[in-house]
């Protein structure tokens, strides 16, 4: 699908045809994000909202008009409640503090899940440990799907909030978000949305889900690094206070004190990147053109056939096997080595299958890929995972394959 719209696909790795499978980590760029970087600092590079010039003025139009293209695609009330950040991170971080400002006391917990990546949890222990707040998490059941009932039973009268993962990055099986918003939100309780794995692969509404907060990432959606967004509804947005100060985010600085700027200024202090806004609204029109209906059937069909594929390896052990997953698979491999009278198997570390499928020209992850407690759960040193894009196809796959099953008789 639309593959010769990514000129690095066409790129050899150790004299191989490469074979992307880390869009988890990140994607790929087509044509189209990568002409609107030249494009944007060749002819209208220039500071926003502050110039009168017509540079400055083109500048600040492209970056709002960004802003309602991301309102659009996520289904935002208005493009005030979209916030630029630098991505997921950056964004929790910001809601981190903010949350922590303005809700949190000594005794007060934050709940988040036992999936989570690093950028879900240590923003929320920092901040509880700032505010003598705990930080509570969902743990899993034996299937590694979320615990609701525990979940149900950790809600109190103390609960601040709770931000949880929408797509686990590890193990690409999709949470169910809208019983967590509906049973936090019959407490008033304030649900933020991990996106980072959701957004580029599936149609997200924010008031279909009616999460309070969205936090995603451009470079995982074809879009540029350095530019992802905080979605959050204006009710909340216009109660929390600023995370960082400086230019932009201020209505008037006076020795006696600072008023702040109105919804999305508040949250965006200094210079934003207002090229890479205008690559990711390229990026989102790049996703709609081919529709998210069709990317996410189409990563669909993949992950089914890798998942099948997977499976009749003998020695293939597949985290999640056979749930629902958006465009990832986690494995680990064990050798197969047989002597006359026994087979003796052992678990292959997950790092030598990576190096030897990165000798065939395949890029997989491996590791604990942002995620401790959930691979210390697993029990196991990490694992391999393999991602898709909307440009993978099954033939990707099949090599794939081909380069794993002789990795594993390499290493058996
Ligand atoms: N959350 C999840 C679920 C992720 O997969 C990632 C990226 N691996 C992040 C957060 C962090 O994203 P970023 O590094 O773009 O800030």
Same mark, same amino acid.
Not at 247 to 251: A, H, Y
């Given at each position: 699908m639309n593959r010769q719209d990514f000129p690095i696909l066409k790129e050899q790795v150790h004299g191989q045809p490469l074979v992307y499978l880390d869009n988890a980590a990140t994607s790929q760029k087509p044509q189209a994000v990568l002409d609107a970087i030249v494009e944007a600092y060749t002819h209208w590079n220039s500071n926003i909202h502050?110039? #009168?010039h017509h540079l400055s003025q083109v500048a600040t139009l492209k970056h709002e008009e960004a802003r309602r293209a991301v309102a659009d695609f996520i289904h935002?009330?208005?493009?005030?409640?979209i916030i630029f950040t630098k991505g997921t991170t950056d964004a929790i971080n910001a809601l981190a503090f903010s949350v922590g400002e303005l809700l949190l006391h000594e005794g007060d917990e934050i709940i988040v899940s036992g999936l989570e990546h690093h950028s879900n949890i240590v923003p929320w222990q920092m901040v509880c440990e700032r505010k003598k707040a705990v930080l509570r998490h969902i743990p899993l059941r034996e299937d590694l799907s979320l615990d609701i009932e525990a979940f149900r039973a950790l809600l109190n009268d103390k609960t601040r909030l709770v931000s949880v993962a929408h797509?686990?990055? #590890?193990?690409?099986t999709i949470q169910p978000v809208e019983t967590i918003v509906r049973l936090a939100h019959e407490r008033h309780i304030p649900v933020c949305i991990d996106g980072a794995q959701s957004v580029p692969h599936m149609r997200v509404d924010v008031q279909a889900l009616d999460c309070d907060f969205l936090a995603f990432s451009g470079h995982k959606m074809y879009g540029p690094t350095g530019i992802g967004v905080l979605y959050g509804k204006r009710e909340w947005l216009e109660q929390l206070p600023p995370h960082e100060g400086g230019?932009?985010?201020?209505?008037h600085v006076r020795w006696s004190g600072t008023t702040y700027n109105e919804l999305p200024y508040k949250f965006e202090a200094g210079t934003p990147n207002f090229v890479g806004s205008y690559a990711l609204q390229k990026a989102i029109e790049y996703m709609q053109s081919v529709g998210m209906e069709a990317i996410e059937a189409h990563e669909r069909e993949l992950t089914d056939y890798c998942e099948a594929q997977l499976s009749a390896i003998d020695g293939v052990h597949i985290y999640a096997a056979g749930q629902p997953k958006a465009g990832v698979i986690s494995f680990n491999v064990q050798s197969q080595i047989s002597n006359h009278k026994s087979q003796i198997t052992n678990l292959i570390h997950p790092f030598d299958i990576g190096t030897l499928l990165d000798q065939q020209g395949v890029a997989v992850r491996t590791g604990h890929h942002c995620a401790e407690p959930l691979i210390d759960a697993l029990a196991v040193p990490g694992t391999v995972r393999v991602s898709f894009g909307l440009y993978n196809d099954l033939h990707d796959i099949d090599l794939f394959i081909q380069a794993l099953q002789k990795a594993q008789m390499m290493l058996s």
């Open positions: 502050r110039g #009168v935002a009330r208005s493009s005030d409640e797509v686990s990055n #590890v193990l690409g230019g932009e985010m201020i209505n």
